[in-house]
């Protein structure tokens, strides 16, 4: 009887270290939130958007505040409509709110930066972010420094 407790014990100490790990994976892969906030979604165009992907975060001084959901281009403008999914807790962001394309670290990730601004509306489903800047290229930003550089000579 001793040995089977410790049989179970043992498989559901396994069992709990697989699940933490599915769930850690889950977390840093940034594949689901794990919740259940419908919120609301706004649109965003941007001229460059880099390596910017579907579900890259949202942030707003540093905290999350929703994700990009879905990513197209402008047949008219040839710019690239960012769709964002913003938590129903942030439902408070005035309509002047900037967004700006940054990248984590040197070579990280991309990611949608947000800056309030000081209107009295706020944004609601399907308003559009009118105040972008697009992402840095590292690639153009070297170049451009290169040529720079080689006509100074």
Do not use: C
Request: charge should be negative; charged fraction near 20%.
């Amino acid at each position: 009887m001793q040995k089977r407790n410790t049989e179970i014990t043992v498989g559901l100490f396994v069992a709990a270290g697989i699940v933490a790990i599915f769930v850690l994976a889950m977390k840093v892969s940034n594949f689901t939130d794990f919740t259940d906030d419908s919120g609301y979604q706004v649109v965003a165009e941007f001229a460059n958007i880099g390596g910017l992907k579907v579900r890259s975060p949202v942030t707003m001084a540093g905290v999350r505040v929703g994700r990009v959901s879905n990513i197209t281009l402008d047949e008219n403008t040839y710019n690239a409509k960012v769709t964002l999914d913003l938590y129903s807790k942030f439902s408070s962001l005035p309509t002047d709110t900037s967004a700006s394309i940054f990248t984590a670290g040197l070579l990280g990730e991309q990611y949608i930066a947000l800056d309030a601004g000081a209107e009295d509306e706020f944004l609601k489903n399907g308003d559009v972010l009118h105040l972008t800047q697009p992402a840095l290229v590292l690639e153009q930003v070297i170049g451009q420094f290169l040529f720079s550089k080689a006509e100074g000579e």
